[in-house]
C-alpha cells in the first residue's frame, strides 16, 4: 500500500511505526533503521509504516544537480514491503513541506494526521524548516505526545559507515560488486523499453533500451547483467541473463544516452513493457569503433566475457 502524507491515515493504520528517512537504496543501514521500527512495532502490537521523501530533498533544494537516485518509489515500495512494512508513505517534498518548523511535523504531521504510536530514524536525521529538528528533538517533543522513539546507531562496514554516498561512489568507480555488497542486491534500473534506432538487431544484438531518467550514472561501459520483466505477458518469467551497454554509444550518431541491455537466448517483444536491470560486473569501458563488423566482434567478446562472469555468480 501506497500512502500520502498529505492525506488521512486510514483507521487500520492508526497507530502505526513509521521508520522515518529517505532511504534511499535501502542499504545495510537503512535495513537496520527499518528492522528497529519493525520489532517496535511487534512489541506494541501495531503495523509498521516505512516513510519517504520524493522528490529527495537535495534534488529541491539543489534542482540542477546531475541524477543521483539509487531507486525509483516503486522499487522502494517492493523492498519495504519485503522488509516487513504494511504501508509506505511518501512524503512530497514541496515548497509546503520545506517550511514547515520542525516542532509542527512533530506535532501537526506525526502526531495530528499520521497519528503515529512510534517513531525509529536513524542518528542523523534532520527534518523542519532549516534542518532545525534533530533526534534529540524528536525525542524529548514525542515523549510528551506519548509517541514512542528509537534512535538507531549507523552501520559501520570497513571502519566507514554504510551510507547512500559510499554506494553512489563504488558504481560511480564501476565497482557494482561493492555496490551489491553495501546494498545487499545488485544495483538495478526499472524503466519502460522505448524504441531506439535498432542498429543492435540489425548486427545480431537486438538490446531493450531504457532511459536512465533519475536514476544514478553508473560507470559508461559495459556489464554483465541480469533481468526480469515485471509487466506484459512475459512478466514474471525466469531471470534473464545477459550484457548491457550503458552510456552515450560513442560508435554512433547523435550520441544518446542508455542503457542497452541484450538478453541470451531470449526472443520476444518487450517495447511498452517495464523491465528491471541488475548490474552485477563492469567489463570495460565504452569505446568507439570505426566499423560495424568491429563493433560486432567486440560485442560477441564481451557477451562470453559476461557468460563466464554470470556462470561464476550463479556456480
Given amino acids: 500500500m501506497r500512502l500520502s502524507a498529505t492525506d488521512p491515515i486510514p483507521d487500520k493504520l492508526r497507530g502505526a511505526v513509521i521508520a522515518l528517512g529517505n532511504f534511499d537504496g535501502v542499504h545495510r543501514g537503512h535495513q537496520q533503521v527499518i528492522a528497529q521500527a519493525r520489532a517496535l512495532a511487534q512489541e506494541r502490537g501495531a503495523p509498521l509504516i516505512v516513510a519517504t521523501f520524493d522528490p529527495h530533498p537535495v534534488r529541491y533544494f539543489a534542482p540542477d544537480l546531475p541524477p543521483f537516485r539509487l531507486t525509483s518509489l516503486d522499487q522502494r515500495q517492493e523492498l519495504f514491503a519485503g522488509l516487513g512494512a504494511a504501508a509506505m508513505l ?9 517550511t514547515t518548523s520542525a516542532e509542527d511535523f512533530i506535532d501537526d504531521v506525526l502526531a495530528d494526521r499520521l497519528a503515529a ?18 533526534v534529540a528533538m524528536l525525542r524529548e517533543r514525542c515523549a510528551g505526545l506519548g509517541i514512542a522513539v528509537r534512535i538507531v546507531a549507523p552501520v559501520e562496514d570497513g571502519g566507514d559507515v554504510v551510507s547512500s554516498t559510499r554506494v553512489r561512489h563504488a558504481l560511480a568507480a564501476g565497482d557494482p560488486q561493492e555496490a551489491a555488497r553495501l546494498l545487499t542486491r545488485p544495483f538495478a534500473i526499472r524503466g519502460e523499453v522505448v524504441h531506439g534506432a535498432k542498429l543492435g538487431r540489425s548486427i545480431g544484438f537486438p538490446t531493450a533500451n531504457l532511459l536512465m531518467g533519475s536514476y ?17 505477458p512475459l512478466a514474471n518469467g525466469p531471470v534473464m541473463t545477459g550484457a ?40 570495460r569501458p565504452e569505446e568507439k569503433y570505426e566499423t560495424l563488423e568491429a563493433l560486432k566482434d567486440q560485442i560477441a567478446r564481451d557477451c562470453d566475457e559476461a557468460r563466464r562472469l554470470l556462470a561464476v555468480r550463479e556456480a
Fill in 90 to 98: 511518501v512524503f512530497q517534498f514541496d515548497h509546503a513541506l520545506a
Fill in 117 to 134: 504510536g512510534g517513531v525509529v530514524t536513524g542518528h542523523d536525521f534532520t527534518f523542519g524548516k532549516g534542518r532545525r529538528g534533530n
Fill in 216 to 232: 544514478l550514472r553508473p560507470r559508461f561501459g559495459i556489464y554483465a547483467i541480469t533481468g526480469r520483466v515485471l509487466t506484459g
Fill in 244 to 283: 548491457a551497454n550503458l552510456g552515450v554509444r560513442p560508435s554512433f550518431d547523435p550520441p544518446t544516452e542508455l542503457l542497452e541491455p541484450y538478453f541470451f537466448n531470449f526472443q520476444g517483444d518487450l517495447y511498452g513493457q517495464t523491465i528491471e536491470v541488475a548490474l552485477h560486473h563492469f567489463i
